[in-house]
């Protein structure tokens, strides 16, 4: 009959297991992480030639949906980087984060269209 001891040693749940899976978790996290700011991006410029050139009812509507989706898993993504420990992936999540809900207040929002302008102008770099 085998001891725990040595079933523990033959599984590898020694006292590295632990760091050794928050590490292979972490690695995995950076490339999600990485692949959600692409796409982030990516909403950048479909803002740019959806609603900046020409907004419609369906294009807010489509944009509105996008933001949803794309925060509800910035904010699984955040809330798994906390989980694991401080990193930059959790800064860059968050900056993320309050760029759409930026937007999302911008094109969904108050925002007067003067304001609009100096965003999109800033945001865009545009004189």
Same mark, same amino acid.
């Given at each position: ?58 294009? *807010?509507?489509?944009?509105? *949906? ?26 860059? *999540? ?34």
């Amino acid at each position: 009959m085998m001891s725990l001891e040595a079933e523990t040693v033959q599984c590898g749940a020694g006292p590295g297991f632990v760091a050794g899976l928050r590490q292979r978790m972490a690695r995995h996290l950076n490339v999600q992480v990485a692949d959600w700011l692409d796409a982030c991006r990516e909403l950048a410029g479909w803002e740019d030639q959806h609603l900046v050139e020409g907004c419609s009812p369906e294009g *807010l509507s489509e944009h509105a *949906l996008m933001l949803d989706r794309l925060e509800g898993m910035g904010r699984c993504l955040a809330a798994t980087a906390a989980a694991l420990g401080p990193d930059a992936a959790a800064r860059q *999540l968050e900056s993320a984060l309050q760029d759409l809900r930026d937007s999302r207040s911008m094109w969904h929002g108050n925002t007067p269209p003067a304001k609009r302008q100096e965003i999109l102008r800033d945001r865009f770099h545009e004189p």
